[in-house]
């Protein structure tokens, strides 16, 4: 069951000390963690669900398999830069 964002809002009245647009945002990290290739915000990257961040050709190189927590690594959504 998918929550719309008044339902969210709702749950950050409960819990006054976190922010809803803070809870929203992804780290976008700028550098691999295998590699420490660069990368930017509106290129291709993957990630698992703890945030850990990979280049294209690392995540292809480990399977789409997170070394740190053994997740699924997913592409990255892209931010306009």
């Given amino acids: 069951m998918l ?4 339902e969210l809002s ?3 009245d409960v819990f006054p000390e976190f ?3 803070d ?3 992804l780290e976008m990290r700028d ?3 295998r590699c420490a ?3 930017t915000a509106d290129g291709p990257a993957s990630l698992c ?3 850990c961040t990979f280049c294209p050709d690392c995540a292809e190189a480990m399977a789409a398999t997170c ?3 053994g997740g699924e690594l997913v592409p990255r959504p892209r931010r306009r830069a």
Avoid: G, I, R
């Fill in 19 to 21: 922010d809803v647009e």
């Fill in 3 to 6: 929550l719309d964002l008044s």
């Fill in 49 to 51: 669900s703890y945030e």
């Fill in 31 to 33: 550098t691999c963690e």
């Fill in 67 to 69: 070394p740190n927590c």
């Fill in 23 to 25: 809870a929203m945002a």
């Fill in 37 to 39: 290739v660069s990368l």
């Fill in 10 to 12: 709702d749950l950050f």
